[in-house]
Protein backbone atom coordinates (compact mmCIF):
# COMPACT_ATOMS: atom_id res chain seq x y z
CA UNK A 1 0.00 0.00 0.00
CA UNK A 2 1.19 3.68 -0.77
CA UNK A 3 2.70 5.14 2.72
CA UNK A 4 1.12 8.62 2.47
CA UNK A 5 2.93 9.47 5.62
CA UNK A 6 6.32 8.80 4.57
CA UNK A 7 8.21 12.02 4.01
CA UNK A 8 9.31 11.26 0.58
CA UNK A 9 5.74 10.45 -0.66
CA UNK A 10 4.21 13.73 1.43
CA UNK A 11 7.19 15.68 -0.43
CA UNK A 12 5.79 14.02 -3.82
CA UNK A 13 2.09 14.59 -2.94
CA UNK A 14 2.10 17.91 -2.31
CA UNK A 15 3.91 19.12 -5.22
CA UNK A 16 1.53 16.56 -7.59
CA UNK A 17 -1.18 18.53 -5.71
CA UNK A 18 0.23 21.85 -6.18
CA UNK A 19 1.36 21.40 -9.90
CA UNK A 20 -2.13 19.95 -10.84
CA UNK A 21 -3.70 23.25 -8.95
CA UNK A 22 -1.49 25.57 -10.54
CA UNK A 23 -2.10 23.95 -14.27
CA UNK A 24 -4.70 21.94 -14.38
CA UNK A 25 -7.14 24.66 -14.88
CA UNK A 26 -5.43 26.19 -17.36
CA UNK A 27 -4.39 23.07 -19.46
CA UNK A 28 -8.10 21.94 -19.63
CA UNK A 29 -7.38 18.53 -21.36
CA UNK A 30 -11.18 18.10 -22.00
CA UNK A 31 -11.12 21.37 -24.05
CA UNK A 32 -8.62 19.91 -26.26
CA UNK A 33 -10.14 16.50 -26.48
CA UNK A 34 -13.65 17.69 -27.76
CA UNK A 35 -11.82 19.17 -30.76
CA UNK A 36 -9.14 16.61 -31.63
CA UNK A 37 -10.79 13.52 -30.50
CA UNK A 38 -14.09 12.25 -32.89
CA UNK A 39 -16.27 10.11 -30.40
CA UNK A 40 -19.81 8.55 -31.35
CA UNK A 41 -23.01 10.06 -29.73
CA UNK A 42 -22.59 6.56 -27.65
CA UNK A 43 -21.44 3.13 -27.58
CA UNK A 44 -24.18 0.93 -28.38
CA UNK A 45 -25.17 -2.43 -26.50
CA UNK A 46 -28.90 -2.46 -26.78
CA UNK A 47 -29.07 -5.68 -28.93
CA UNK A 48 -26.21 -7.80 -27.70
CA UNK A 49 -27.77 -11.10 -25.90
CA UNK A 50 -31.35 -10.87 -27.26
CA UNK A 51 -33.73 -12.38 -24.14
CA UNK A 52 -31.07 -12.95 -21.98
CA UNK A 53 -29.68 -11.15 -19.15
CA UNK A 54 -26.90 -8.39 -19.55
CA UNK A 55 -24.56 -8.05 -17.33
CA UNK A 56 -21.55 -5.30 -16.38
CA UNK A 57 -19.14 -4.33 -13.67
CA UNK A 58 -18.02 -1.12 -11.68
CA UNK A 59 -14.87 -0.93 -9.99
CA UNK A 60 -13.47 2.56 -8.46
CA UNK A 61 -10.48 3.95 -6.55
CA UNK A 62 -8.01 1.06 -8.04
CA UNK A 63 -4.09 0.55 -7.82
CA UNK A 64 -2.71 1.20 -4.43
CA UNK A 65 -1.57 -1.98 -2.71
CA UNK A 66 -0.74 -5.16 -4.53
CA UNK A 67 -2.82 -7.59 -2.33
CA UNK A 68 -5.97 -5.37 -2.52
CA UNK A 69 -5.61 -4.79 -5.89
CA UNK A 70 -5.41 -7.82 -7.20
CA UNK A 71 -8.02 -9.36 -5.08
CA UNK A 72 -10.74 -7.35 -6.76
CA UNK A 73 -8.91 -7.63 -9.84
CA UNK A 74 -8.95 -11.66 -9.66
CA UNK A 75 -12.68 -11.66 -8.79
CA UNK A 76 -13.71 -9.66 -11.34
CA UNK A 77 -12.02 -11.77 -13.83
CA UNK A 78 -13.37 -15.32 -13.03
CA UNK A 79 -16.19 -16.53 -15.55
CA UNK A 80 -18.82 -16.11 -12.52
CA UNK A 81 -19.07 -15.85 -8.83
CA UNK A 82 -21.20 -17.71 -6.33
CA UNK A 83 -21.61 -15.47 -3.57
CA UNK A 84 -24.30 -15.57 -0.51
CA UNK A 85 -25.72 -12.65 0.73
CA UNK A 86 -26.21 -12.15 5.04
CA UNK A 87 -29.28 -13.88 4.78
CA UNK A 88 -27.33 -16.94 3.74
CA UNK A 89 -28.94 -17.21 -0.10
CA UNK A 90 -26.93 -17.35 -3.08
CA UNK A 91 -26.57 -16.11 -5.72
CA UNK A 92 -24.59 -16.39 -9.01
CA UNK A 93 -22.87 -13.67 -11.15
CA UNK A 94 -21.59 -13.84 -13.93
CA UNK A 95 -18.90 -11.70 -15.45
CA UNK A 96 -19.53 -8.60 -16.71
CA UNK A 97 -19.80 -7.77 -20.82
CA UNK A 98 -18.68 -4.26 -19.37
CA UNK A 99 -16.09 -3.20 -16.82
CA UNK A 100 -16.40 0.01 -15.58
CA UNK A 101 -13.45 1.88 -14.01
CA UNK A 102 -14.90 5.02 -11.70
CA UNK A 103 -11.97 7.28 -11.28
CA UNK A 104 -8.59 7.05 -9.58
CA UNK A 105 -7.32 4.42 -11.19
CA UNK A 106 -3.83 4.59 -9.59
CA UNK A 107 -2.24 5.95 -6.68
CA UNK A 108 -0.12 8.15 -5.30
CA UNK A 109 -0.61 10.47 -8.56
CA UNK A 110 -0.20 9.36 -12.44
CA UNK A 111 1.95 8.60 -14.57
CA UNK A 112 3.30 5.68 -17.13
CA UNK A 113 5.24 4.18 -14.81
CA UNK A 114 2.68 3.84 -11.68
CA UNK A 115 0.06 3.00 -13.91
CA UNK A 116 1.92 0.21 -15.62
CA UNK A 117 3.24 -1.04 -11.73
CA UNK A 118 0.16 -0.53 -9.41
CA UNK A 119 -3.16 -1.28 -12.63
CA UNK A 120 -1.96 -3.11 -15.51
CA UNK A 121 0.17 -5.41 -13.78
CA UNK A 122 -2.60 -6.79 -11.39
CA UNK A 123 -5.34 -6.87 -13.82
CA UNK A 124 -2.96 -8.59 -16.21
CA UNK A 125 -2.01 -11.04 -14.00
CA UNK A 126 -5.41 -11.72 -13.17
CA UNK A 127 -6.72 -11.91 -16.86
CA UNK A 128 -4.22 -11.89 -19.96
CA UNK A 129 -6.87 -12.83 -22.00
CA UNK A 130 -10.81 -13.59 -22.75
CA UNK A 131 -12.35 -15.53 -25.51
CA UNK A 132 -14.32 -13.56 -28.14
CA UNK A 133 -16.80 -11.36 -27.61
CA UNK A 134 -13.87 -10.21 -25.12
CA UNK A 135 -15.46 -7.38 -22.49
CA UNK A 136 -14.92 -3.89 -23.29
CA UNK A 137 -13.57 -1.66 -20.69
CA UNK A 138 -14.34 2.58 -20.35
CA UNK A 139 -13.33 4.42 -17.61
CA UNK A 140 -13.56 8.48 -16.01
CA UNK A 141 -10.99 9.74 -14.52
CA UNK A 142 -10.43 10.84 -10.93
CA UNK A 143 -8.38 13.85 -9.47
CA UNK A 144 -5.31 11.53 -8.98
CA UNK A 145 -5.76 10.58 -12.73
CA UNK A 146 -5.16 14.49 -13.50
CA UNK A 147 -2.40 14.89 -11.39
CA UNK A 148 -0.37 14.72 -15.01
CA UNK A 149 -2.94 16.55 -16.78
CA UNK A 150 -4.71 13.36 -17.87
CA UNK A 151 -1.99 12.31 -20.14
CA UNK A 152 -1.21 8.69 -19.46
CA UNK A 153 -4.79 8.30 -18.58
CA UNK A 154 -5.61 8.82 -22.20
CA UNK A 155 -2.66 7.15 -23.61
CA UNK A 156 -3.95 3.91 -21.87
CA UNK A 157 -7.73 4.18 -21.75
CA UNK A 158 -8.64 6.38 -25.14
CA UNK A 159 -6.15 4.60 -27.59
CA UNK A 160 -8.12 1.85 -28.31
CA UNK A 161 -6.05 -1.01 -27.14
CA UNK A 162 -6.51 -4.12 -24.97
CA UNK A 163 -5.99 -3.98 -21.33
CA UNK A 164 -6.32 -7.36 -19.30
CA UNK A 165 -8.35 -9.10 -22.03
CA UNK A 166 -10.48 -6.23 -22.59
CA UNK A 167 -10.65 -3.87 -25.12
CA UNK A 168 -11.13 0.15 -24.64
CA UNK A 169 -13.05 2.10 -27.12
CA UNK A 170 -13.82 5.65 -25.94
CA UNK A 171 -11.43 8.15 -27.03
CA UNK A 172 -12.63 10.94 -24.80
CA UNK A 173 -12.29 11.00 -20.61
CA UNK A 174 -16.26 10.72 -20.53
CA UNK A 175 -19.06 8.45 -22.35
CA UNK A 176 -22.67 7.36 -23.31
CA UNK A 177 -23.05 3.54 -23.27
CA UNK A 178 -26.62 2.27 -24.49
CA UNK A 179 -28.03 -0.72 -22.86
CA UNK A 180 -30.48 -2.85 -22.72
CA UNK A 181 -33.85 -2.49 -21.92
CA UNK A 182 -33.97 1.28 -22.13
CA UNK A 183 -31.07 1.72 -19.72
CA UNK A 184 -28.28 3.67 -20.46
CA UNK A 185 -24.81 4.45 -19.04
CA UNK A 186 -23.30 7.69 -18.18
CA UNK A 187 -19.99 8.83 -17.41
CA UNK A 188 -18.34 11.75 -16.47
CA UNK A 189 -15.60 14.19 -16.25
CA UNK A 190 -15.36 16.81 -13.14
CA UNK A 191 -11.57 17.43 -13.47
CA UNK A 192 -9.73 18.87 -10.59
CA UNK A 193 -12.08 21.72 -10.21
CA UNK A 194 -15.50 19.71 -9.25
CA UNK A 195 -16.84 21.08 -12.79
CA UNK A 196 -18.23 19.57 -16.11
CA UNK A 197 -17.29 21.52 -19.18
CA UNK A 198 -19.39 23.15 -22.11
CA UNK A 199 -18.14 20.62 -24.44
CA UNK A 200 -18.69 17.71 -22.11
CA UNK A 201 -22.86 19.15 -21.73
CA UNK A 202 -23.07 19.56 -25.27
CA UNK A 203 -21.89 15.76 -26.11
CA UNK A 204 -24.95 14.71 -23.42
CA UNK A 205 -27.00 17.23 -25.00
CA UNK A 206 -26.86 15.34 -27.89
CA UNK A 207 -26.84 11.96 -26.37
CA UNK A 208 -30.33 12.91 -24.63
CA UNK A 209 -31.81 13.36 -27.99
CA UNK A 210 -31.39 9.63 -28.67
CA UNK A 211 -33.74 8.42 -25.59
CA UNK A 212 -36.57 7.59 -25.17
CA UNK A 213 -38.97 9.14 -22.34
CA UNK A 214 -39.17 5.90 -20.72
CA UNK A 215 -35.61 5.24 -20.53
CA UNK A 216 -33.45 5.37 -17.50
CA UNK A 217 -29.87 6.07 -16.71
CA UNK A 218 -26.78 5.15 -14.87
CA UNK A 219 -25.13 8.16 -13.65
CA UNK A 220 -20.80 7.29 -12.64
CA UNK A 221 -19.40 10.20 -11.55
CA UNK A 222 -15.83 10.13 -9.81
CA UNK A 223 -17.07 12.29 -6.58
CA UNK A 224 -19.95 11.48 -4.30
CA UNK A 225 -21.36 14.95 -4.40
CA UNK A 226 -24.31 14.09 -2.23
CA UNK A 227 -22.22 12.75 0.48
CA UNK A 228 -20.33 16.34 0.62
CA UNK A 229 -23.25 18.61 0.39
CA UNK A 230 -25.24 16.64 2.96
CA UNK A 231 -22.42 17.57 5.42
CA UNK A 232 -20.93 20.93 4.24
CA UNK A 233 -22.59 24.00 5.86
CA UNK A 234 -21.02 25.69 2.68
CA UNK A 235 -23.02 26.82 -0.64
CA UNK A 236 -23.33 24.39 -3.30
CA UNK A 237 -20.58 23.46 -5.11
CA UNK A 238 -20.01 23.25 -8.71
CA UNK A 239 -20.69 19.64 -9.13
CA UNK A 240 -23.71 19.82 -7.25
CA UNK A 241 -24.87 22.09 -9.51
CA UNK A 242 -23.83 20.38 -12.42
CA UNK A 243 -25.27 17.08 -11.40
CA UNK A 244 -28.39 18.79 -10.76
CA UNK A 245 -27.91 20.66 -13.97
CA UNK A 246 -27.99 17.50 -15.65
CA UNK A 247 -30.46 15.37 -13.77
CA UNK A 248 -32.83 18.11 -14.64
CA UNK A 249 -32.18 20.27 -17.77
CA UNK A 250 -30.12 17.79 -19.74
CA UNK A 251 -31.37 14.05 -19.33
CA UNK A 252 -34.68 15.56 -17.76
CA UNK A 253 -34.78 13.38 -14.53
CA UNK A 254 -34.25 10.21 -15.89
CA UNK A 255 -31.54 9.31 -13.85
CA UNK A 256 -32.36 5.90 -11.30
CA UNK A 257 -28.87 5.24 -9.89
CA UNK A 258 -25.98 7.38 -8.93
CA UNK A 259 -22.61 5.71 -8.73
CA UNK A 260 -19.27 7.22 -7.54
CA UNK A 261 -16.20 6.48 -6.17
CA UNK A 262 -13.74 8.79 -4.33
CA UNK A 263 -14.65 7.76 -0.81
CA UNK A 264 -13.24 4.11 -0.37
CA UNK A 265 -16.13 2.52 0.80
CA UNK A 266 -19.73 0.93 0.15
CA UNK A 267 -22.03 3.31 1.26
CA UNK A 268 -25.68 2.92 -0.36
CA UNK A 269 -29.01 5.81 0.27
CA UNK A 270 -32.24 5.18 -1.17
CA UNK A 271 -35.41 7.30 -1.77
CA UNK A 272 -38.96 6.22 -1.87
CA UNK A 273 -39.00 5.60 -5.62
CA UNK A 274 -36.57 3.34 -5.55
CA UNK A 275 -33.47 5.43 -6.98
CA UNK A 276 -30.29 4.70 -5.55
CA UNK A 277 -27.52 6.84 -4.38
CA UNK A 278 -24.08 4.23 -4.02
CA UNK A 279 -20.43 4.70 -3.08
CA UNK A 280 -18.44 2.14 -4.08
CA UNK A 281 -14.64 2.91 -4.03
CA UNK A 282 -13.25 -0.44 -2.90
CA UNK A 283 -11.21 -1.33 -5.85
CA UNK A 284 -8.08 -1.13 -3.91
CA UNK A 285 -7.19 2.08 -2.49
CA UNK A 286 -6.90 2.59 1.38
CA UNK A 287 -10.23 2.39 3.43
CA UNK A 288 -11.50 5.31 4.16
CA UNK A 289 -14.13 5.31 7.73
CA UNK A 290 -18.07 5.18 6.74
CA UNK A 291 -18.91 6.87 9.96
CA UNK A 292 -17.30 10.47 8.86
CA UNK A 293 -18.46 12.31 6.76
CA UNK A 294 -22.00 10.87 8.40
CA UNK A 295 -24.52 11.74 6.07
CA UNK A 296 -27.93 9.67 7.57
CA UNK A 297 -30.06 11.81 5.13
CA UNK A 298 -29.16 13.80 2.06
CA UNK A 299 -30.58 16.83 0.88
CA UNK A 300 -32.58 15.31 -1.40
CA UNK A 301 -34.64 13.45 0.69
CA UNK A 302 -32.42 9.99 0.07
CA UNK A 303 -32.11 7.99 3.50
CA UNK A 304 -29.04 5.82 4.12
CA UNK A 305 -29.34 1.88 3.91
CA UNK A 306 -26.11 0.34 4.14
CA UNK A 307 -22.29 0.99 4.90
CA UNK A 308 -19.08 -1.51 4.84
CA UNK A 309 -17.66 -1.52 7.09
CA UNK A 310 -20.31 -0.52 9.30
CA UNK A 311 -19.53 2.08 11.27
CA UNK A 312 -19.05 0.63 14.57
CA UNK A 313 -15.85 -1.54 12.92
CA UNK A 314 -15.16 1.88 11.02
CA UNK A 315 -14.54 3.72 14.88
CA UNK A 316 -12.76 0.70 16.21
CA UNK A 317 -10.39 1.36 13.24
CA UNK A 318 -9.61 4.93 13.76
CA UNK A 319 -8.35 3.83 17.23
CA UNK A 320 -5.66 1.79 15.45
CA UNK A 321 -3.97 6.01 14.96
CA UNK A 322 -2.88 5.39 18.96
CA UNK A 323 -0.67 3.07 16.88
CA UNK A 324 0.16 5.44 14.42
CA UNK A 325 4.17 5.09 14.63
CA UNK A 326 3.53 0.88 13.69
CA UNK A 327 1.68 1.84 10.59
CA UNK A 328 4.06 4.82 9.21
CA UNK A 329 7.37 4.40 11.16
CA UNK A 330 9.22 7.13 8.83
CA UNK A 331 6.86 9.70 9.86
CA UNK A 332 8.61 10.01 13.22
CA UNK A 333 11.73 11.57 11.21
CA UNK A 334 9.36 14.26 10.50
CA UNK A 335 8.38 14.57 14.11
CA UNK A 336 11.60 14.30 15.16
CA UNK A 337 12.96 16.59 13.24
CA UNK A 338 10.79 19.33 14.16
CA UNK A 339 11.06 18.27 18.03
CA UNK A 340 15.05 18.91 17.61
CA UNK A 341 14.56 22.12 16.23
CA UNK A 342 12.17 23.66 18.34
CA UNK A 343 14.55 22.60 21.44
CA UNK A 344 17.81 24.02 19.62
CA UNK A 345 15.68 27.16 18.81
CA UNK A 346 15.73 27.72 22.58
CA UNK A 347 18.59 25.76 23.64
CA UNK A 348 19.31 26.45 26.98
CA UNK A 349 21.27 24.61 30.06
CA UNK A 350 18.51 23.33 31.84
CA UNK A 351 19.65 19.73 32.27
CA UNK A 352 20.41 19.58 35.75
CA UNK A 353 17.28 20.88 37.15
CA UNK A 354 14.87 18.07 38.36
CA UNK A 355 11.28 17.94 38.54
CA UNK A 356 11.07 20.23 41.56
CA UNK A 357 13.28 23.35 39.85
CA UNK A 358 9.84 22.95 37.16
CA UNK A 359 9.39 27.25 38.11
CA UNK A 360 13.40 27.79 37.20
CA UNK A 361 13.13 26.00 34.05
CA UNK A 362 10.24 27.96 32.33
CA UNK A 363 11.99 31.10 33.48
CA UNK A 364 14.79 29.86 31.58
CA UNK A 365 13.08 29.07 28.38
CA UNK A 366 11.20 31.83 28.61
CA UNK A 367 14.18 34.12 28.48
CA UNK A 368 15.61 32.12 25.89
CA UNK A 369 12.57 32.74 23.59
CA UNK A 370 12.53 36.56 24.18
CA UNK A 371 16.44 36.82 23.89
CA UNK A 372 16.13 34.40 20.38
CA UNK A 373 13.18 35.98 18.35
CA UNK A 374 13.62 33.03 15.78
CA UNK A 375 12.65 30.57 18.06
CA UNK A 376 9.62 32.83 18.28
CA UNK A 377 8.82 32.92 15.09
CA UNK A 378 9.77 28.86 15.07
CA UNK A 379 7.09 28.52 17.77
CA UNK A 380 4.62 30.63 15.80
CA UNK A 381 5.62 29.06 12.19
CA UNK A 382 4.26 25.12 14.26
CA UNK A 383 1.15 26.47 15.86
CA UNK A 384 0.33 28.45 12.18
CA UNK A 385 0.85 24.95 10.29
CA UNK A 386 -1.11 23.09 12.42
CA UNK A 387 -3.91 25.06 12.54
CA UNK A 388 -4.14 25.30 8.78
CA UNK A 389 -3.42 21.55 8.88
CA UNK A 390 -7.04 21.29 10.53
CA UNK A 391 -9.71 20.23 8.84
CA UNK A 392 -12.70 22.77 7.23
CA UNK A 393 -14.85 20.59 9.31
CA UNK A 394 -14.22 22.00 12.67
CA UNK A 395 -15.95 24.47 11.25
CA UNK A 396 -15.56 27.77 13.74
CA UNK A 397 -13.42 25.51 16.62
CA UNK A 398 -11.25 25.22 13.91
CA UNK A 399 -8.49 27.80 15.51
CA UNK A 400 -9.00 25.98 18.50
CA UNK A 401 -8.36 22.78 17.33
CA UNK A 402 -5.36 23.62 15.71
CA UNK A 403 -3.96 25.43 18.08
CA UNK A 404 -4.76 22.87 20.96
CA UNK A 405 -2.72 20.38 18.47
CA UNK A 406 0.06 23.01 17.78
CA UNK A 407 0.82 23.48 21.26
CA UNK A 408 0.36 19.80 22.41
CA UNK A 409 3.67 19.43 20.33
CA UNK A 410 5.41 21.96 21.37
CA UNK A 411 4.72 21.22 25.14
CA UNK A 412 5.92 17.61 24.42
CA UNK A 413 8.67 19.06 22.61
CA UNK A 414 9.71 21.10 25.69
CA UNK A 415 9.34 18.10 28.03
CA UNK A 416 11.37 15.98 25.66
CA UNK A 417 14.15 18.16 25.19
CA UNK A 418 14.51 18.30 29.22
CA UNK A 419 14.06 15.06 29.62
CA UNK A 420 17.36 14.20 27.18
CA UNK A 421 19.34 16.88 28.99
CA UNK A 422 18.46 15.55 32.28
CA UNK A 423 19.39 12.31 31.29
CA UNK A 424 22.19 13.09 29.48
CA UNK A 425 23.73 15.14 32.40
CA UNK A 426 22.38 13.17 35.10
CA UNK A 427 21.59 9.55 34.62
CA UNK A 428 24.85 9.18 31.67
CA UNK A 429 27.02 11.42 33.93
CA UNK A 430 28.29 12.74 30.73
CA UNK A 431 29.37 15.91 32.84
CA UNK A 432 32.92 16.78 34.50
CA UNK A 433 34.43 19.33 36.71
CA UNK A 434 37.93 20.47 35.74
CA UNK A 435 40.55 20.11 38.34
CA UNK A 436 43.90 20.87 38.09
CA UNK A 437 46.21 18.73 36.21
CA UNK A 438 43.59 16.12 35.13
CA UNK A 439 39.87 15.39 33.91
CA UNK A 440 37.26 13.69 36.07
CA UNK A 441 33.64 12.90 35.19
CA UNK A 442 31.48 13.61 38.00
CA UNK A 443 27.66 11.37 37.62
CA UNK A 444 25.11 13.73 39.14
CA UNK A 445 27.04 16.84 39.20
CA UNK A 446 24.71 20.05 39.14
CA UNK A 447 26.85 22.17 37.51
CA UNK A 448 30.26 21.62 35.41
CA UNK A 449 33.06 23.51 33.74
CA UNK A 450 33.39 21.08 30.61
CA UNK A 451 36.63 20.35 28.45
CA UNK A 452 35.40 21.08 24.55
CA UNK A 453 35.00 17.41 23.74
CA UNK A 454 32.73 16.47 26.43
CA UNK A 455 30.56 19.86 26.02
CA UNK A 456 29.83 18.91 22.60
CA UNK A 457 29.32 15.47 23.59
CA UNK A 458 26.64 15.96 26.08
CA UNK A 459 24.83 17.86 23.33
CA UNK A 460 25.17 15.62 20.72
CA UNK A 461 23.45 12.73 22.90
CA UNK A 462 20.71 15.63 24.35
CA UNK A 463 20.05 15.84 21.12
CA UNK A 464 20.02 12.44 20.10
CA UNK A 465 17.42 11.69 22.82
CA UNK A 466 15.39 15.17 22.03
CA UNK A 467 14.75 13.59 18.35
CA UNK A 468 14.37 9.89 19.78
CA UNK A 469 11.62 11.41 22.02
CA UNK A 470 10.09 13.34 19.06
CA UNK A 471 10.25 10.32 16.79
CA UNK A 472 8.50 8.28 19.33
CA UNK A 473 5.98 10.55 21.01
CA UNK A 474 5.17 13.19 18.22
CA UNK A 475 3.21 10.08 16.15
CA UNK A 476 1.58 9.29 18.94
CA UNK A 477 0.52 13.18 19.42
CA UNK A 478 -0.40 13.08 15.74
CA UNK A 479 -2.43 9.98 16.02
CA UNK A 480 -4.07 10.98 19.12
CA UNK A 481 -5.42 14.37 17.66
CA UNK A 482 -6.57 12.29 14.10
CA UNK A 483 -8.48 9.61 16.02
CA UNK A 484 -10.20 12.41 18.63
CA UNK A 485 -10.96 14.65 15.50
CA UNK A 486 -12.61 11.60 13.13
CA UNK A 487 -14.42 9.73 15.74
CA UNK A 488 -15.40 13.01 18.05
CA UNK A 489 -15.82 15.71 15.42
CA UNK A 490 -16.31 13.84 12.17
CA UNK A 491 -13.03 15.51 11.03
CA UNK A 492 -10.05 14.61 9.20
CA UNK A 493 -12.05 11.82 7.47
CA UNK A 494 -9.63 11.40 5.09
CA UNK A 495 -6.05 11.65 6.83
CA UNK A 496 -7.16 9.53 9.82
CA UNK A 497 -7.26 6.61 7.79
CA UNK A 498 -4.42 7.05 4.79
CA UNK A 499 -2.33 7.21 8.04
CA UNK A 500 -3.16 3.22 8.51
CA UNK A 501 -3.50 2.29 4.73
CA UNK A 502 -5.81 -0.92 5.64
CA UNK A 503 -6.05 -2.78 3.01
CA UNK A 504 -8.99 -4.55 3.85
CA UNK A 505 -12.63 -4.21 3.43
CA UNK A 506 -12.74 -3.51 -0.48
CA UNK A 507 -15.88 -3.77 -3.05
CA UNK A 508 -17.23 -3.71 -6.80
CA UNK A 509 -20.52 -3.80 -8.15
CA UNK A 510 -22.17 -6.57 -10.50
CA UNK A 511 -25.38 -5.17 -12.42
CA UNK A 512 -28.01 -7.34 -13.79
CA UNK A 513 -30.32 -6.23 -16.72
CA UNK A 514 -32.81 -8.82 -17.16
CA UNK A 515 -34.88 -9.43 -20.02
CA UNK A 516 -37.99 -7.44 -18.34
CA UNK A 517 -35.62 -4.45 -17.98
CA UNK A 518 -35.51 -5.11 -13.87
CA UNK A 519 -31.74 -3.39 -13.17
CA UNK A 520 -30.46 -5.37 -9.87
CA UNK A 521 -27.32 -4.32 -8.16
CA UNK A 522 -25.30 -7.13 -6.36
CA UNK A 523 -22.47 -5.57 -4.31
CA UNK A 524 -19.33 -7.73 -3.83
CA UNK A 525 -17.57 -6.94 -0.71
CA UNK A 526 -13.92 -9.13 0.75
CA UNK A 527 -13.28 -7.98 4.49
CA UNK A 528 -10.05 -9.05 4.74
CA UNK A 529 -7.88 -9.49 1.29
CA UNK A 530 -4.91 -12.58 1.20
CA UNK A 531 -1.89 -11.41 2.32
CA UNK A 532 -0.38 -14.57 0.37
CA UNK A 533 -0.67 -16.27 -3.24
CA UNK A 534 0.50 -19.44 -4.93
CA UNK A 535 1.43 -19.37 -8.58
CA UNK A 536 -1.75 -21.56 -10.53
CA UNK A 537 0.39 -21.72 -14.14
CA UNK A 538 -2.71 -21.56 -15.42
CA UNK A 539 -3.29 -20.09 -19.35
CA UNK A 540 -3.56 -16.70 -19.84
CA UNK A 541 -7.61 -16.63 -19.75
CA UNK A 542 -7.53 -17.67 -15.94
CA UNK A 543 -5.94 -15.53 -12.93
CA UNK A 544 -1.99 -16.26 -12.41
CA UNK A 545 -1.93 -16.58 -8.89
CA UNK A 546 -4.43 -17.85 -6.07
CA UNK A 547 -5.07 -17.04 -1.97
CA UNK A 548 -2.60 -18.97 -0.49
CA UNK A 549 -3.82 -17.27 3.04
CA UNK A 550 -5.86 -19.01 5.78
CA UNK A 551 -6.92 -15.99 7.38
CA UNK A 552 -8.11 -14.61 4.38
CA UNK A 553 -12.20 -14.13 3.87
CA UNK A 554 -14.37 -15.53 1.07
CA UNK A 555 -16.06 -12.87 -0.91
CA UNK A 556 -19.99 -12.39 -0.05
CA UNK A 557 -22.46 -9.66 -0.92
CA UNK A 558 -22.47 -6.69 1.81
CA UNK A 559 -26.46 -6.82 1.13
CA UNK A 560 -29.26 -8.48 -0.37
CA UNK A 561 -29.33 -8.01 -4.25
CA UNK A 562 -30.80 -4.38 -4.57
CA UNK A 563 -33.24 -3.84 -7.39
CA UNK A 564 -33.76 -0.46 -8.79
CA UNK A 565 -36.71 0.85 -10.53
CA UNK A 566 -36.99 -0.74 -13.90
CA UNK A 567 -38.13 1.40 -17.19
CA UNK A 568 -41.46 2.92 -17.04
CA UNK A 569 -43.71 1.42 -19.66
CA UNK A 570 -44.47 3.90 -23.26
CA UNK A 571 -46.62 6.75 -22.17
CA UNK A 572 -49.89 7.41 -24.47
Avoid at 322 to 340: D, W
Wanted: charged content about 20%; overall charge neutral; glycine content about 10%.
Amino acid sequence: MVRWLHPSMLIRTGMDALVAAVFGARADHRLIEAVVRPQPPYFDYSQESPGEDFWLDYVADTGDGWNSTYAVARLLALPSLEVEDPQGQAHAIERGRILVFGGDQVYPGASRDTYEERLVQPYEEALGRTQHPSPDLFAIPGNHDWYDGLSSFMRLFCANRWLAGRRTRQSRSYFALKLPQGWWLIGTDVQLDSDIDVPQVEYFRQVATHMQPEDRIILCNAEPAWVMAATSKRRRGYLENNLDYLQEKVFGRRISLFLAGDLHHYRRHENPDGKHKIIAGGGGAFLHPTHAPAARRLRDGYVHKKSFPDEKTSRKLARQNLMLIRHSPLFGLMTGALYLLLALATYTEIGSYGLTQLPQVLSAVASSVVTRPWSLTLGLATLGGLVGFADKDFGRWRWLAGGLHGLAHITAAFLVAWGGMYFTANGMGICQEILPGNTILVPGATLCAAGWMHVWGKFFMGAFFTFLGGFLVGPFIMGLYLMVSVNTFKAHSNEAFISLAVADWKNFLRLRIDKDGQLTVFPVGLERVPRKWKETHASPYAPAYEPDDPEATPPRLIEPPIRVMPPRSPGP
